[in-house]
């Protein structure tokens, strides 16, 4: 089945700083979906990006289906963006594959 | 604010004791689906419902089992809780199949 891998796996910045999260598949695929999982547990879905460039004030998402892999874009971090985000991809039913994640804690 | 709310938000059982979680949504959404989330870990899909169409993950333990009574609720029965159940139950919806999924805040399950 198709892998989905996220990197890194962790990452601390302090706030105000920029950050790129990748996510790569292995194969084609339908859709592509980020999202953000806050410290309390709650799914927030960000992008809805099957390819290109999409912007939601300082997050962007671009996403190169063609090479297999989409960024997340995070600038001017602050500390309420801390907490899981994930790459999801759906390739030829209505099932999500999900990545491993992306841990990222914004210091204060 | 069109959304969707799990009740309870936190749920105690004992090992063996049947169990219920709830779900509705008022984005009249065609899709209710239900995922088991473990400690750092993704969201495992458990089954959806494409309107009252249910549809069964194959690993799905039987020990799991779902209603949709109607357009806007979706429950989730735990017959015989594990240890090994206790999780995040995350409820999301979509329009349709293959579209932006809304996830509802979770309910956390704890087996004693």
């Known amino acids: 089945g198709i892998q989905v891998e996220q990197s890194p796996p962790d990452l601390i910045l302090q706030e105000g700083a920029n950050s790129t999260l990748r996510c790569n598949f292995s194969d084609s695929v339908n859709n592509l979906q980020w999202f953000h999982q806050n410290p309390w547990g709650q799914l927030i879905n960000l992008f809805y990006i099957p390819s290109g460039t999409k912007q939601n004030g300082r997050l962007s998402a671009t996403t190169v289906a063609t090479e297999r892999y989409s960024l997340l874009y995070i600038s001017s971090s602050q500390t309420t963006d801390s907490g899981v985000y994930f790459c999801?991809?759906?390739?030829?039913?209505?099932?999500?594959?999900w990545g491993a994640g992306t841990k990222l804690i914004i210091k204060p | 604010d069109a959304m969707v709310i799990q009740n309870p938000r936190y749920q105690v059982t004992q090992f063996g004791k049947p169990v219920t979680l709830s779900c509705s949504q008022t984005?009249?959404?065609?899709?209710m689906y239900w995922y088991q989330q473990k400690s750092s870990q993704a969201p495992k899909l458990l089954f959806h419902y494409y309107d009252k169409d249910f549809n069964n993950e194959a690993d799905t333990p039987d020990n799991f089992q779902s209603r949709r009574p109607n357009t806007s609720f979706c429950f989730l029965d735990i017959r015989s809780p594990g240890l090994g159940d206790a999780a995040m139950y995350l409820c999301a919806t979509s329009r349709d199949r293959v579209e932006t999924q809304y996830f509802g805040p979770g309910t956390r399950l704890l087996v004693l």
């Open positions: 999801a991809v759906e390739r030829s039913n209505y099932q999500l594959i």
């Open positions: 984005l009249n959404h065609n899709v």
